[in-house]
């Protein structure tokens, strides 16, 4: 794998790796897995085969990527937030990939450090997912949400900051308007 750094103490058995990954110390791709280019994939993050991640991802420590979940391009993953893949696990009951729920995580989006996000969903491009959330639904593009289950309390930008009610960015100064709840925002070109 051209173009990959792999550290001494890190596994990965894919040969699916992008140019210019890096790989640290007790991570785990397993073979099978996609992983884009320009990655960091941080100590004691496993990645399962069968998982896919895009370009410019940051996959922070001990963050866990089940067979099913797809990750787009320039996502944020939060130290210590995982996904599942099995709505109704049974140790008893074994399960192949075809019985899997797939998640998809949309361009642009950041998932906080110790966030749960449930199997069988869709997390838009650009949201916003806080810290310590549990998400059993699908969150739209440019949603901030937070808590147990995570509900929307807000709407962010694309450079991240939280928009105020005009949605209209202090910080970058991206206009946004209102597609509907579920869509989220589209912005203003």
């Known amino acids: ?11 990965c058995e894919s040969d ?17 897995a996609r ?4 990655c960091n994939v941080c100590d004691h993050a496993f990645i399962e085969g069968g998982a896919v991640v895009g370009d410019r991802v940051t996959v922070k420590n001990a963050v866990l990527i089940w067979d099913g979940v797809t990750v787009e391009d320039e996502v944020f993953l939060g ?23 797939p998640t998809v995580v949309r361009t642009g989006a950041t998932i906080g450090a ?29 949603a901030l949400v937070a808590g147990n289950p995570a509900r929307r ?4 930008c694309a450079c991240g ?11 970058c ?7 509907t709840e579920d869509t989220g925002l589209a912005e203003l070109r």
């Open 153 to 156: 309390i807000g709407w962010v």
């Open 16 to 32: 699916e790796v992008g140019p210019g990954t890096r790989i640290w110390a007790f991570a785990h791709v397993l073979k099978g």
């Open 114 to 142: 110790g966030a749960t996000v449930v199997c069988g969903l869709e997390v838009g491009a650009h949201a916003f997912v806080a810290a310590g959330a549990v998400v059993t639904r699908d969150v739209a593009m440019h």
């Open 35 to 38: 992983i884009g280019a320009g």
């Open 173 to 179: 100064g991206r206009g946004y308007e209102l597609v």
């Open 161 to 171: 900051a939280r928009l105020p009610d005009d949605l209209r960015c202090a910080a």
């Open 1 to 11: 794998m051209d173009g990959v750094f792999v550290h001494p103490l890190g596994l």
């Open 79 to 101: 130290p210590n937030m995982l996904f599942t893949n099995d709505l109704t696990p049974r140790a008893a009951i074994k399960k192949g990939p075809g019985e899997l729920l």
